[in-house]
């Protein structure tokens, strides 16, 4: 499924929507550049889960660990330079856990990693009138996120 976020409230606003609706052991993998806007829509994701801490990337850390509607795991593996690193922070206990997890940069996990849920990908891209703006992509990986994409797709075709 594809659209563009014209800006950055759009992006924040898809974050809430979903964090709304995330269940214990959803996972939520985020791709994209440096500033394609991945911590900006797990800010949105948080507010949607209830928690008001300020939400910054985990950088030096890998993971910060909020607590709102559920527990919420918000993960930044952008120095990560070795995937098995991962076991070390207790990785197996929180993905498909009773909290909610956001991966940025799961490209560091390498290409045979599992990584069951609901994957975005955000993109610069130029809009006709000169602005700057995100294309998004959402797929799921395996069944369990599917139905955030059927209600996104019915939500959207309502709005027609
Ligand atoms: P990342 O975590 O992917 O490195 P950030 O969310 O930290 O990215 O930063 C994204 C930057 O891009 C912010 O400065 C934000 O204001 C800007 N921006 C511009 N347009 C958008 C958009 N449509 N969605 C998200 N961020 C946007
Ligand atoms: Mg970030």
């Known amino acids: 499924m594809q659209a563009i976020l014209p800006d950055e409230v759009a992006t924040k606003e ?13 996972t939520l993998w985020l791709h994209g ?4 806007g991945k911590t900006t829509l797990v800010r949105g994701l948080a507010e949607g889960l209830g928690i008001t801490d300020r939400v910054t990337s985990p950088t030096f850390t890998f993971v910060h660990e909020f607590a709102g509607r559920l527990p919420f795991y918000h993960f930044d593996l952008y120095r990560l330079d070795d995937p098995e690193e991962v076991w ?3 990785w197996s206990d929180y993905l498909g856990g009773q909290g909610v997890v956001a991966v940025e940069w799961p490209e560091r996990l390498g290409e045979n990693w599992p990584m069951a849920g609901l994957h ?11 602005s700057w ?6 797929e799921s990986q395996g069944d369990e ?16």
């Open 14 to 26: 898809l974050g809430t929507w979903l964090g709304q609706r995330m269940q214990a052991g959803d």
């Open 33 to 36: 550049d440096l500033g394609a």
């Open 88 to 90: 070390d922070l207790g």
């Open 120 to 130: 975005i990908t955000l993109t610069p891209v130029t809009l006709p009138d000169g």
């Open 133 to 138: 703006a995100r294309a998004l992509t959402l």
């Open 145 to 160: 996120a599917l139905r955030f994409l059927k209600e996104l797709r019915a939500t959207c075709s309502s709005l027609d």
